[in-house]
């Protein structure tokens, strides 16, 4: 599997999700990333206004 | 003239100072109280602790902005509380102690129309046989010195790793009912970068150890979220983030003692466990500070102040119930002591009705589950509202309580940092909306699903970054300040 590191067969470690290099690629790539940037400022921006009353 | 007395200036209480400054008359007084005349940006503490910061970036010194603020800054640790005065005074008053070299040990009583308690935790390293920081291999993070002091270990395993020796790094909470996952989280992700970054992998076992019942509890009972066609528990997104980078974990831990090099701890299994180590940054458990207090004839009063853990009691229902009758309701919303109205208690000083995370027994007996975090965010806010409502009390003469901040309504940002770097950073970018789970309004996730997320990401670095000096920005009160929300 992309990315695996070396893991025990049944450990708690052995089952949860790895992102694959497609998913790595999107976290890093700065155009990607800006567009994202500029939504998360949005969505945080809309809760801290909720949360002001 | 209205005396305000604010005692902290952290995150609630200097927020608080900031708007009672903006919007009061310079008739009024404003005094803070704090035994550090210096203010931190604890968040990026993260950064200090892994060498990426010093702590002259996360801090500044508060008394020239006091003075050109016009708040009276009292450089003293509050002790006791007579909320009705003595024989001699007749307002309330706090009695303070001196700690600037100039006055050290001095005592004096402060007396205030408002008072606003915003002292944060106590970091209960003495809850813990042996976590002491900065003794041996125990660091913390939890204030610019510790943090400091903890990447100058961790420089020391660095060193050791680069002459070819393994070495240990264990982190998360150093007590069976610790609070704050996210900070520890937030430091083992940076610790285990810095390590790759070097390309030291091969000689460092990364463990992470929690009371936590699942990962990805966070103290707030977890979070679901929407991402790739499903939703799913935060427990899946911290046990991918640690399994990408090879972190191995031990939950469901109550750490009971430390030295050297292991760590005893006790599991929900009610077994006892060891772990070696050579490196361990462990949360403390948080606890009120100890404060007494006493009526005008002198009689103590403590237990109308403050909860049995020192925290201070605000206008929570604070009424025993068992986790399933939990509900958002039981949450503050003005901070305001129900005994004394002109006495309130943002951020982490309130204390809470009940945990948010079920508590959890081991089969010995022992509490181990994570206790309620109050981030940053709410802590602010918290503060802000406080302001205001003594603001609009003092200009109106009206004791109605309009702004409220309930944690059961609000919800809270938390970027998770997982390594520093313009274009090689990352982290996480979590919000949750509300903090507290609302089941009633939300009966499916507990949460609104479109404003609770959890992405990670380079774009969350930045924001990280960018947070960092925005906050310390409206902290310094430079031109338009108020414009940056809490
Ligand atoms: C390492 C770390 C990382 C964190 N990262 C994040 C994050 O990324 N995002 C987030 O939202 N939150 C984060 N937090 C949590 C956040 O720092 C707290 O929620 C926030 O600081 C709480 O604010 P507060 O004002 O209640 O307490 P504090 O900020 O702790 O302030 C308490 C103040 O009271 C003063 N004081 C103490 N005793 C007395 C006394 N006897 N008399 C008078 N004053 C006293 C203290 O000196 C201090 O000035 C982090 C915490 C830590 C430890």
Redesign the interface.
């Known amino acids: 599997m992309e990315n695996r590191l070396v893991i025990d067969k049944y450990s708690e470690q052995y089952y949860p999700p790895t992102p694959t290099n497609f998913t790595l690629f999107w976290r890093k790539f700065i155009p990607f990333q800006i567009l994202r940037f500029i939504i998360l400022t949005l969505k945080i921006i809309k809760i801290v206004v909720k949360g002001h009353s | 003239m209205a005396k305000v007395v604010v005692l902290g200036a952290g995150v609630a209480g200097h927020t608080a100072a900031s708007y009672l400054q903006k919007y009061l008359s310079k008739q009024h007084q404003i005094t803070v109280v704090s035994p550090t005349s210096t203010y931190q940006w604890i968040p990026s503490n993260i950064w200090v602790g892994v060498g990426r910061m010093t702590a002259e970036d996360i801090k500044f010194d508060l008394i020239p902005l006091y003075k050109k603020w016009g708040i009276e800054f009292l450089q003293a640790k509050a002790i006791s509380f007579y909320p009705e005065g003595d024989n001699d005074t007749n307002s309330g008053y706090v009695e303070v102690e001196y700690t600037s070299p100039q006055k050290f040990g001095l005592k004096q009583k402060v007396p205030f129309d408002f008072l606003i308690n915003a002292t944060g935790p106590k970091l209960n390293f003495g809850a813990t046989e042996g976590l002491i920081p900065g003794q041996g291999n125990i660091a913390s993070v939890c204030t610019f010195g510790h943090a400091t002091e903890a990447w100058k270990l961790f420089k020391e395993k660095l060193d050791k790793m680069k002459n070819g020796q393994k070495q240990t790094f264990v982190i998360g909470t150093g007590h069976p009912t610790a609070t704050c996952q996210g900070a520890a989280f937030e430091y083992i992700l940076n610790v285990d970068f810095e390590i790759k970054r070097r390309g030291l992998q091969d000689l460092a076992e990364v463990i992470w150890i929690t009371n936590e019942y699942e990962l990805g509890d966070f103290g707030m009972g977890g979070a679901f979220i929407k991402k790739g066609g499903f939703i799913s528990n935060t427990k ?1 997104f911290a ?2 983030y ?5 972190i ?2 031990i ?1 469901r831990a109550g750490v009971k003692k430390i030295d050297a090099h292991k760590i005893f701890y006790e599991n929900l299994d009610g077994e006892y466990l060891e772990q070696n180590y050579d490196f361990a940054m462990l949360i403390p458990g948080f606890a009120g500070h100890g404060f007494k207090a006493f009526d005008k004839q002198n009689s103590d009063i403590t237990d109308c102040l403050f909860a049995p853990n020192g925290l201070m009691k605000v206008d929570a229902d604070y009424t025993p119930r068992p986790f399933e009758q939990w509900s958002v309701q039981d949450w503050p919303q003005t901070y305001q002591n129900p005994s004394y109205p002109n006495i309130f208690a943002p951020g982490i000083a309130f204390a809470p009705p009940h945990s948010i995370s079920k508590p959890m027994t081991s089969k010995n007996g022992t509490p181990i589950f994570a206790t309620a975090p109050r981030t940053g ?2 802590s602010g ?1 918290m503060g ?2 406080t302001a205001e409502n003594i603001i609009a009390w003092i200009k109106t003469g009206d004791p109605e309580i309009k ?3 309930s944690m059961g ?5 938390c970027i998770v940092s997982a390594g520093y770097g313009m ?2 950073g ?1 982290a996480a ?1 979590m ?1 949750v ?1 509300p903090v507290v789970p609302d089941w009633d309004k939300f009966p499916e996730w507990g949460r609104d699903i479109k ?1 609770t ?1 959890g ?6 670095h ?2 990280k970054w960018l947070m960092h000096y925005m906050f310390l920005y409206k902290a310094k009160g430079k031109p338009f300040w108020w414009l940056i ?2």
């Open positions: 899946l046990e991918s640690f399994v990408e980078r090879n191995k974990w939950k965010m709410p806010v802000k509202v702004h409220r901040a309504r609000m919800g809270a940002a274009s090689k990352t970018t919000t909306s404003t997320m992405e990670p990401g380079l774009a969350g930045w924001l929300p809490e």
